[in-house]
Protein backbone atom coordinates (compact mmCIF):
# COMPACT_ATOMS: atom_id res chain seq x y z
CA UNK A 1 0.00 0.00 0.00
CA UNK A 2 2.64 2.48 0.15
CA UNK A 3 6.22 2.77 -1.10
CA UNK A 4 9.45 4.57 0.89
CA UNK A 5 11.62 7.36 -0.43
CA UNK A 6 15.12 6.20 0.89
CA UNK A 7 16.23 9.19 0.62
CA UNK A 8 13.93 10.78 2.78
CA UNK A 9 11.54 9.51 5.83
CA UNK A 10 8.47 10.45 3.03
CA UNK A 11 6.36 7.49 2.38
CA UNK A 12 4.37 7.45 -1.07
CA UNK A 13 0.39 6.22 -0.41
CA UNK A 14 -0.35 4.95 -3.62
CA UNK A 15 -3.84 3.77 -2.85
CA UNK A 16 -5.96 6.60 -4.54
CA UNK A 17 -4.59 8.96 -7.54
CA UNK A 18 -3.75 11.64 -4.87
CA UNK A 19 -0.57 9.81 -3.94
CA UNK A 20 -0.41 11.86 -0.80
CA UNK A 21 4.03 12.13 -0.19
CA UNK A 22 3.19 11.72 3.94
CA UNK A 23 5.88 12.85 6.76
CA UNK A 24 6.11 10.26 9.48
CA UNK A 25 2.73 10.87 11.52
CA UNK A 26 1.06 13.35 8.69
CA UNK A 27 -2.31 12.36 7.78
CA UNK A 28 -3.32 12.51 3.97
CA UNK A 29 -5.81 14.33 2.01
CA UNK A 30 -8.45 11.37 2.73
CA UNK A 31 -8.23 11.95 6.89
CA UNK A 32 -7.98 8.57 7.52
CA UNK A 33 -4.65 7.33 5.87
CA UNK A 34 -0.79 7.85 7.07
CA UNK A 35 2.20 6.81 5.75
CA UNK A 36 1.52 3.14 7.82
CA UNK A 37 -1.80 2.57 6.60
CA UNK A 38 -5.27 3.12 7.54
CA UNK A 39 -6.47 5.30 10.52
CA UNK A 40 -10.04 3.80 10.64
CA UNK A 41 -9.37 0.33 10.17
CA UNK A 42 -12.70 -0.67 12.10
CA UNK A 43 -13.92 2.38 13.06
CA UNK A 44 -17.22 2.67 12.81
CA UNK A 45 -19.19 6.36 12.83
CA UNK A 46 -22.23 4.27 11.45
CA UNK A 47 -24.24 1.58 11.31
CA UNK A 48 -27.51 0.40 10.62
CA UNK A 49 -30.08 -1.74 8.58
CA UNK A 50 -31.07 0.03 5.47
CA UNK A 51 -33.70 -0.51 2.85
CA UNK A 52 -31.38 -1.68 -0.27
CA UNK A 53 -33.14 1.01 -2.32
CA UNK A 54 -31.17 3.77 0.34
CA UNK A 55 -28.14 3.10 -1.09
CA UNK A 56 -29.31 4.00 -3.94
CA UNK A 57 -30.24 0.22 -5.27
CA UNK A 58 -33.20 -0.42 -7.39
CA UNK A 59 -32.49 -3.38 -9.73
CA UNK A 60 -30.51 -5.58 -6.74
CA UNK A 61 -32.32 -7.47 -4.77
CA UNK A 62 -35.40 -4.89 -4.13
CA UNK A 63 -37.25 -5.12 -1.38
CA UNK A 64 -34.50 -6.28 1.08
CA UNK A 65 -32.54 -4.67 3.94
CA UNK A 66 -28.57 -4.53 3.78
CA UNK A 67 -26.66 -3.79 7.11
CA UNK A 68 -24.87 -0.27 5.89
CA UNK A 69 -21.92 0.40 7.73
CA UNK A 70 -19.59 3.92 7.51
CA UNK A 71 -16.51 5.80 8.75
CA UNK A 72 -14.69 8.87 8.47
CA UNK A 73 -13.01 10.52 5.46
CA UNK A 74 -13.11 10.89 1.96
CA UNK A 75 -10.23 11.48 -0.82
CA UNK A 76 -12.68 14.18 -2.73
CA UNK A 77 -13.72 17.60 -1.24
CA UNK A 78 -17.35 18.17 -2.45
CA UNK A 79 -18.59 21.71 -0.76
CA UNK A 80 -22.28 20.24 -1.11
CA UNK A 81 -21.45 17.04 0.64
CA UNK A 82 -24.66 15.37 2.15
CA UNK A 83 -22.61 13.64 5.15
CA UNK A 84 -19.85 15.63 5.97
CA UNK A 85 -20.36 15.49 9.33
CA UNK A 86 -18.34 12.36 9.21
CA UNK A 87 -16.96 12.27 5.28
CA UNK A 88 -15.07 15.52 6.17
CA UNK A 89 -14.29 14.89 9.84
CA UNK A 90 -10.43 12.73 11.11
CA UNK A 91 -9.55 10.64 13.70
CA UNK A 92 -9.94 13.31 16.41
CA UNK A 93 -12.87 14.63 15.17
CA UNK A 94 -14.66 11.20 14.94
CA UNK A 95 -17.02 9.56 17.22
CA UNK A 96 -16.49 5.96 16.44
CA UNK A 97 -17.22 2.76 18.20
CA UNK A 98 -14.14 -0.80 17.47
CA UNK A 99 -15.59 -3.54 15.73
CA UNK A 100 -13.79 -6.33 13.27
CA UNK A 101 -14.46 -7.83 10.29
CA UNK A 102 -15.64 -11.22 12.12
CA UNK A 103 -18.07 -9.23 13.93
CA UNK A 104 -19.57 -7.26 11.29
CA UNK A 105 -20.12 -10.43 9.14
CA UNK A 106 -22.04 -12.44 11.93
CA UNK A 107 -23.68 -9.25 12.76
CA UNK A 108 -24.85 -9.43 9.16
CA UNK A 109 -25.96 -13.02 9.33
CA UNK A 110 -27.94 -12.91 12.38
CA UNK A 111 -29.85 -10.19 10.66
CA UNK A 112 -31.23 -12.26 7.68
CA UNK A 113 -34.62 -13.38 8.99
CA UNK A 114 -34.99 -9.26 9.31
CA UNK A 115 -34.45 -9.14 5.53
CA UNK A 116 -31.25 -8.54 5.58
CA UNK A 117 -28.78 -9.61 2.40
CA UNK A 118 -25.24 -8.87 3.36
CA UNK A 119 -23.27 -5.65 3.96
CA UNK A 120 -22.67 -2.13 2.95
CA UNK A 121 -19.92 -0.10 2.79
CA UNK A 122 -21.16 3.65 2.45
CA UNK A 123 -22.16 6.70 4.49
CA UNK A 124 -17.96 8.20 4.21
CA UNK A 125 -15.83 7.10 0.94
CA UNK A 126 -15.01 3.32 2.06
CA UNK A 127 -12.40 2.39 -0.23
CA UNK A 128 -10.01 4.63 2.11
CA UNK A 129 -10.59 2.65 4.63
CA UNK A 130 -9.48 -0.42 1.79
CA UNK A 131 -8.44 -2.84 4.14
CA UNK A 132 -11.09 -2.62 6.43
CA UNK A 133 -13.36 -2.99 3.50
CA UNK A 134 -11.73 -6.14 1.68
CA UNK A 135 -11.40 -8.20 4.73
CA UNK A 136 -15.23 -7.35 5.64
CA UNK A 137 -15.94 -8.54 2.39
CA UNK A 138 -14.15 -11.50 2.49
CA UNK A 139 -15.53 -12.17 6.18
CA UNK A 140 -19.37 -11.55 4.36
CA UNK A 141 -18.98 -13.33 1.27
CA UNK A 142 -18.07 -16.56 3.95
CA UNK A 143 -21.23 -16.39 4.87
CA UNK A 144 -23.23 -16.47 2.18
CA UNK A 145 -23.90 -13.03 1.55
CA UNK A 146 -23.51 -10.02 -0.50
CA UNK A 147 -21.28 -6.84 -0.54
CA UNK A 148 -22.17 -3.86 -1.67
CA UNK A 149 -20.01 -0.33 -2.26
CA UNK A 150 -21.45 2.72 -2.48
CA UNK A 151 -18.04 5.43 -3.89
CA UNK A 152 -16.97 7.86 -5.70
CA UNK A 153 -15.06 5.64 -7.61
CA UNK A 154 -11.99 7.75 -7.27
CA UNK A 155 -9.32 4.65 -5.92
CA UNK A 156 -6.15 3.59 -8.36
CA UNK A 157 -7.66 0.94 -10.49
CA UNK A 158 -5.13 -2.09 -9.63
CA UNK A 159 -6.58 -1.69 -5.90
CA UNK A 160 -10.33 -1.76 -7.66
CA UNK A 161 -9.65 -4.63 -9.56
CA UNK A 162 -8.00 -6.59 -6.43
CA UNK A 163 -11.23 -6.79 -4.15
CA UNK A 164 -13.85 -6.53 -7.31
CA UNK A 165 -13.83 -10.33 -6.62
CA UNK A 166 -15.28 -9.54 -3.25
CA UNK A 167 -18.05 -7.17 -3.94
CA UNK A 168 -21.44 -8.33 -5.78
CA UNK A 169 -23.04 -4.53 -6.44
CA UNK A 170 -21.75 -1.01 -6.40
CA UNK A 171 -23.74 2.82 -6.70
CA UNK A 172 -20.86 4.80 -7.99
CA UNK A 173 -21.44 8.81 -7.60
CA UNK A 174 -20.65 10.23 -10.66
CA UNK A 175 -20.69 14.01 -10.01
CA UNK A 176 -20.25 15.65 -13.12
CA UNK A 177 -19.28 14.96 -17.10
CA UNK A 178 -17.11 17.88 -16.73
CA UNK A 179 -13.13 17.76 -16.14
CA UNK A 180 -12.98 21.42 -14.48
CA UNK A 181 -16.05 19.77 -11.95
CA UNK A 182 -14.11 17.22 -10.66
CA UNK A 183 -10.83 19.45 -10.63
CA UNK A 184 -12.20 22.02 -8.45
CA UNK A 185 -13.39 18.56 -5.84
CA UNK A 186 -10.17 17.21 -5.68
CA UNK A 187 -10.61 14.20 -8.50
CA UNK A 188 -10.17 13.04 -11.97
CA UNK A 189 -13.06 12.42 -14.40
CA UNK A 190 -11.18 10.04 -16.55
CA UNK A 191 -10.19 7.77 -13.86
CA UNK A 192 -13.43 7.96 -11.88
CA UNK A 193 -14.87 6.86 -15.85
CA UNK A 194 -11.96 3.93 -16.28
CA UNK A 195 -13.15 2.73 -12.85
CA UNK A 196 -17.13 2.96 -13.80
CA UNK A 197 -16.11 0.59 -17.03
CA UNK A 198 -13.87 -1.50 -14.40
CA UNK A 199 -16.88 -2.03 -11.98
CA UNK A 200 -19.90 -3.10 -14.85
CA UNK A 201 -17.52 -5.49 -16.30
CA UNK A 202 -17.29 -7.43 -12.90
CA UNK A 203 -20.31 -6.89 -10.61
CA UNK A 204 -23.49 -5.33 -10.98
CA UNK A 205 -23.60 -1.41 -11.09
CA UNK A 206 -25.55 1.58 -10.67
CA UNK A 207 -24.82 5.44 -10.83
CA UNK A 208 -25.70 8.55 -8.83
CA UNK A 209 -25.50 12.03 -10.16
CA UNK A 210 -26.94 14.84 -7.32
CA UNK A 211 -27.82 17.48 -9.64
CA UNK A 212 -27.23 21.28 -9.07
CA UNK A 213 -28.81 23.88 -10.89
CA UNK A 214 -25.65 26.04 -12.31
CA UNK A 215 -23.11 23.63 -11.21
CA UNK A 216 -23.99 20.79 -13.37
CA UNK A 217 -27.11 21.08 -15.26
CA UNK A 218 -25.87 21.59 -18.56
CA UNK A 219 -28.23 19.86 -21.24
CA UNK A 220 -25.21 19.21 -23.15
CA UNK A 221 -22.87 18.02 -20.77
CA UNK A 222 -25.72 15.69 -19.40
CA UNK A 223 -26.13 14.46 -22.74
CA UNK A 224 -22.34 13.67 -23.17
CA UNK A 225 -22.87 11.61 -19.54
CA UNK A 226 -25.80 9.92 -20.72
CA UNK A 227 -24.29 8.40 -23.98
CA UNK A 228 -21.00 7.80 -22.06
CA UNK A 229 -22.74 5.66 -19.78
CA UNK A 230 -24.56 4.24 -22.65
CA UNK A 231 -21.56 3.30 -24.23
CA UNK A 232 -20.96 0.58 -21.54
CA UNK A 233 -24.86 -0.41 -21.42
CA UNK A 234 -27.96 0.94 -21.76
CA UNK A 235 -29.17 -1.27 -18.84
CA UNK A 236 -26.75 0.47 -16.24
CA UNK A 237 -29.57 2.11 -13.64
CA UNK A 238 -29.19 6.37 -13.37
CA UNK A 239 -30.42 7.73 -9.88
CA UNK A 240 -30.87 11.50 -10.50
CA UNK A 241 -30.64 12.97 -7.11
CA UNK A 242 -31.34 16.21 -6.04
CA UNK A 243 -29.26 18.99 -4.09
CA UNK A 244 -30.60 20.31 -0.49
CA UNK A 245 -28.95 23.10 0.49
CA UNK A 246 -25.71 21.55 3.00
CA UNK A 247 -22.61 21.98 4.63
CA UNK A 248 -20.39 25.11 2.28
CA UNK A 249 -23.39 25.19 -0.44
CA UNK A 250 -25.37 26.06 3.30
CA UNK A 251 -26.38 29.15 1.08
CA UNK A 252 -27.32 28.02 -2.05
CA UNK A 253 -31.18 26.49 -3.26
CA UNK A 254 -32.35 22.86 -3.89
CA UNK A 255 -32.36 21.73 -6.87
CA UNK A 256 -35.60 22.60 -8.98
CA UNK A 257 -37.92 20.10 -10.00
CA UNK A 258 -37.95 21.84 -13.49
CA UNK A 259 -34.36 21.03 -13.85
CA UNK A 260 -34.38 17.44 -12.88
CA UNK A 261 -37.43 16.83 -14.86
CA UNK A 262 -35.77 18.53 -17.71
CA UNK A 263 -32.62 15.91 -17.32
CA UNK A 264 -34.99 12.83 -16.84
CA UNK A 265 -36.21 13.02 -20.64
CA UNK A 266 -32.55 13.47 -21.72
CA UNK A 267 -31.36 10.44 -19.55
CA UNK A 268 -34.39 8.21 -20.69
CA UNK A 269 -33.83 8.95 -24.29
CA UNK A 270 -30.13 7.12 -23.67
CA UNK A 271 -31.00 4.44 -20.70
CA UNK A 272 -33.23 1.99 -20.08
CA UNK A 273 -33.64 2.78 -16.15
CA UNK A 274 -33.46 6.59 -14.51
CA UNK A 275 -34.95 7.37 -11.22
CA UNK A 276 -35.30 10.48 -10.08
CA UNK A 277 -34.69 10.63 -6.08
CA UNK A 278 -35.98 13.10 -3.27
CA UNK A 279 -38.95 14.96 -5.56
Known amino acids: MKSEDPLSAVTVCDLC ?80 MDTTPEKIAAEAKRF ?16 IGYEFVRDTAICVKEKGLQNVLVTNGYINPPYLKAILPQIDAMNIDLKAYNPDFYHRIGGNLEIVKENIKLSAAHCHVELTTLIMDGENDSEEEF ?26 YADKKQTSADTLHRLEKIAKSNLKHVALGNI
Open 112 to 127: VPAGNIGVAYTYNEPL
Open 17 to 96: PHACHLLPGQVGACKARTGSGSLNYGKLTSIALDPIEKKPLSHFYPGTNILSIGSFGCNLSCPFCQNYEISMAGAKDAET
Open 223 to 248: GSMCEFIKSISPNIPLHISRFFPRYK
